[in-house]
């Protein structure tokens, strides 16, 4: 049985988002972990860019802040897949013992190559005082 062009097409988009949704777990376990190398292999291999409240890293080994005890957690993800390219926006909580050190949110470009998803860029903003209307439910 094949597949209708609209069937595959809903097809693709579904199966992008869960690769999508996948990088994100790395991304935010990797961070967690302290592993700089990890998170760093989920940028596209050339020409990423990443901005933390208005600071770009011309050099992302740079932007790493990643560990020590704090979890990064990204919830309420709202992906659109077109074709090879993808936008996600996102809220990030960032944990540390068990109570919130910083919410605020992330703008995602993405990009499909070498055989998975990969970010190009992330601007992250974090907001001036936490939002406990973001904690999931």
């Known amino acids: 049985m094949s597949l209708t062009y609209q069937q595959q097409f809903v ?8 690769a999508i949704l996948n990088l994100n777990a790395r991304y935010n376990r990797l961070f967690t972990d302290g592993d700089a190398a990890g998170w760093l292999a989920t940028f596209r291999h050339s020409g ?3 901005t933390r409240d208005g600071r770009s890293f011309a050099d992302l080994r740079e932007a790493f802040d990643g560990g020590g005890g704090r979890r990064l957690i990204t919830v309420d ?21 068990n109570g919130i050190q910083a919410t605020g949110g992330y703008t995602d470009r993405l990009v499909y ?5 990969y970010f190009a860029s992330r601007a992250l903003v974090w907001d001036s005082a936490p939002r ?6």
């Open 48 to 50: 990423a860019t990443y």
């Open 11 to 18: 097809l693709e988009g579904l199966a992008a988002t869960a």
């Open 132 to 137: 406990e209307s973001a904690l999931p439910v």
């Open 77 to 97: 993800h709202e992906i659109t897949v077109d074709g090879v390219e993808a936008t996600q926006r996102c809220v990030a909580l960032l944990l540390y013992g």
């Open 113 to 117: 190559e070498r055989g998975g998803w």
